[in-house]
């Protein structure tokens, strides 16, 4: 099939160099002129494994080209679908902002011959009907198709979903997906559109409650006489349960979780609809992201103001370089208000990224520098390199007494068992 993805960010990249490598021929179409370069030029625009290397492969079969702008590639050989893949951020008060949505599928209403549309972002219930009333020619070739890929395993997920949901007015689209998407080992959900709408938001939702959830248990863990990993270990062996985002820490740390649960907050309020259970786990969440904070406060008392902390990680986890709602976007702010100064490590993100991120922190290149002469140390992501740091090592580095807020949970407490600094977790980790 000739198929257009507009929108080349993680779902959009990925989904295009995955539609590719299946055999059709895909057409990635990017507006922002520094991504579209980069993708032109072989080079992945978003850290996902495998997607560097399999992006070089479909350039290399001439099946994927990457475009400014979808009606001009329309006009030379014209698309059978087009994916819309564009953001769909946070406005000021929750809501999802659909502005880009909107345009995208303006762009694709006007095309002739008029191809399939397929709506991948994630869109409050709702959107589609009414975005598509203005576009009536649309809603038989119209489909909303919510993506549930995870970041750090998106190529594999583009093509083994755990589920596909088919949100059509008219049956024959699905067909259109069945087609476009090959033979899946997956079920399909197929329903209306606005339902499947809610059916994104629902997982969401229950995802971000898995994880306050797991962060709540911790808050009750937070004494000797209890051992928080143990606790969720056995937690998380209930097959009804599993061990999936039951990770006490800081919080969602990807991009989505926040948004979405704060859209779906927005949108059952416009309704006057009460969300007990969702405001609860929007208020955990925010609460977590003190945890850094708070126990420093805790542990350092007056001592804080003139006291040096050093951020160990600034991605919410190693494989992913989406930064945009990662915990050290919360947590170094706070500590800047705080500390007498604050040093960020972060082995793949270098010094100006760190500095535009972190305006008043100090970026370090390595390791031991950041932690050199400082009285606090906050884990904001499990990179190997710190999780397999030689402590004894870093501690003689630390200025006495020294703490370390391990804020995802991810040190080997024996490895730091007698060493001369207090280590403090999301609930208790130290045997009793
Ligand atoms: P993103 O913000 O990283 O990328 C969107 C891209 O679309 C940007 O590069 C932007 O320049 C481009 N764009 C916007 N309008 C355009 C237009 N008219 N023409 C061409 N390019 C245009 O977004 P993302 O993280 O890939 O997410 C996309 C959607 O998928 C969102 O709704 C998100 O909630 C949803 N989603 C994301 C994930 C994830 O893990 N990131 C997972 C599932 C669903």
Redesign the pocket.
């Known amino acids: 099939m000739r198929v257009a993805v507009?929108?080349?960010?993680?779902?959009?990249v990925t989904g295009a160099v995955a539609l590719a490598r299946q055999g059709h021929h895909v057409t990635g179409?990017?507006?922002?002129p520094a991504?579209l370069r980069s993708l032109a030029g072989g080079r992945a625009p978003v850290c996902e494994p495998g997607l560097q290397q399999e992006l070089g492969l479909a350039l290399g079969t001439g099946r994927l080209s990457f475009a400014p702008g979808l009606s001009r590639a329309h006009v030379a050989e014209p698309f059978e679908v087009v994916l819309i893949?564009?953001?769909?951020p946070p406005a000021e008060d929750g809501a999802a902002d659909l502005s880009?949505v909107k345009?995208?599928l303006g762009?694709v209403a006007e095309l002739l011959p008029a191809p399939y549309a397929v709506l991948?972002?994630?869109v409050p219930p709702g959107t589609s009907e009414r975005l598509t009333a203005e576009h009536p020619r649309l809603r038989d070739r119209y489909a909303y198709n919510p993506?549930?890929?995870?970041?750090g395993s998106?190529l594999d997920d583009w093509s083994a979903p755990s589920r596909v949901v088919a949100g059509v007015w008219a049956p024959p689209v699905v067909d259109v997906l069945r087609a476009l998407y090959g033979a899946l080992a997956c079920p399909w959900v197929v329903t209306a559109p606005t339902t499947a709408e809610m059916a994104k938001y629902a997982g969401n939702a229950f995802l971000a409650t898995k994880i306050s959830f797991a962060n709540e248990c911790a808050r009750l863990c937070a004494t000797p006489d209890l051992n928080i990993d143990q606790v969720m270990q056995a937690v998380g062996l209930d097959p009804r349960i599993g061990h999936a985002f039951l990770q006490p820490g800081l919080g969602f740390g990807?991009?989505?979780l926040p948004?979405?649960t704060a859209a779906l907050a927005r949108w059952a309020a416009s309704r006057g609809l009460p969300t007990p259970l969702l405001d609860a786990v929007i208020d955990v969440n925010r609460d977590q992201a003190a945890l850094v904070r708070d126990t420093l406060r805790r542990e350092l008392g007056a001592d804080l103001p003139r006291s040096e902390v050093a951020v160990l990680g600034a991605r919410y986890e190693p494989w992913s370089d989406?930064v945009r709602a990662a915990p050290s976007r919360t947590v170094v702010p706070q500590l800047l208000a705080e500390a007498a100064g604050v040093r960020v490590w972060d082995p793949a993100t270098d010094a100006d990224e760190l500095a535009r991120l972190f305006p008043g922190a100090r970026p370090c290149a390595d390791l031991r520098t950041a932690v050199r002469g400082a009285r606090a140390v906050a884990v904001l992501t499990e990179w190997p390199e710190a999780v397999e740091a030689d402590w004894s090592l870093l501690a003689t580095e630390l200025a006495a007494p020294a703490v370390v807020v391990d804020g995802k949970n991810c040190l080997l407490p024996e490895r730091l068992a007698g060493l001369p600094l207090t280590y403090r977790s999301a609930g208790n980790r130290l045997p009793a």
């Open positions: 507009i929108g080349q960010g993680y779902v959009g179409v990017e507006k922002d991504r893949t564009v953001g769909t880009q345009a995208a762009e991948k972002s994630t993506e549930f890929l995870n970041q998106a990807d991009s989505c948004k979405d989406d």
